[in-house]
């Protein structure tokens, strides 16, 4: 027979199974509700990184990246054959396409607890967990809009962006330097937004108090 710690301990498990993958569902439902949608990757969709962002508060790293690395997945078989396709990629630039801008770069959202126990304050330690994790997924997109799609800065500063300051980036930059601007202007167009609406998120769902049980707060 099961002793009761050990039946806790199962029946906690099934819990944080049962919410983690609820988590994942409600993330991938709410990614396909957008506000904005750039050719090559990358959207403002309706607070799809909170669920997510909530399990690795909740539970913390270890279930908070599996359930990212599990909604990585599933945007990646959604998302990108059409960005790969359309820039012409071989495997390997898939392969890599597949690490940096969805198996990274979501996984990471799972990190934002990493301040819970250092920062008492609920609500700014989901904030400053949600803007950490959040950084590391730009930056895991930069690279790869850096190393994979560079070749698309001066088609994005001419045609694509309609940024009145196109050409005075073109003439300033060139080679390796442009395509790191590129990478930093094109992901912040999403990225900053969409963390806007996170970390708003996040403050709101942490002051109700039936959420703030469940993520082990009294």
């Not at 940024?163 to 601007?181: D, F, H, P, T």
């Amino acid at each position: 027979m099961k002793s009761k710690t050990q039946e806790r301990k199962t029946n906690e498990m099934t819990l944080k199974l049962t919410v983690s993958a609820v988590m994942v569902a409600l993330s991938t439902v709410l990614s396909f509700i957008k506000f904005s949608e750039l050719p090559y990757g990358g959207s403002v969709t309706l607070f799809s990184f909170v669920p997510i962002l909530f399990v690795g508060y909740a539970y913390g790293a270890k279930w908070g990246l599996g359930a990212g690395l599990v909604h990585g997945i599933l945007q990646m078989i959604f998302g990108i054959s059409g960005a790969t396709a359309g820039a012409g990629f071989k495997w390997y630039q898939v392969v890599l396409c597949a690490l940096l801008d969805y198996l990274v770069a979501f996984g990471v959202l799972g990190l934002s607890g990493v301040f819970k126990k250092s920062i008492k304050n609920p609500q700014a330690s989901f904030a400053v967990g949600t803007l950490f994790a959040c950084v590391l997924k730009y930056i895991s997109h930069f690279f790869s809009g850096y190393i994979l799609f560079g070749g698309w800065a001066e088609w994005f500063f001419t045609e694509g962006a309609g940024m009145s300051y196109g050409s005075k980036i073109l003439s300033a930059y060139s080679g390796n330097v442009l395509s790191a601007v590129y990478s930093l202007i094109y992901n912040a167009t999403f990225s900053i937004p969409e963390t806007v609406l996170s970390l708003v998120m996040v403050v709101i769902l942490i002051s109700v108090k039936p959420i703030r049980k469940a993520a082990g707060i009294k």
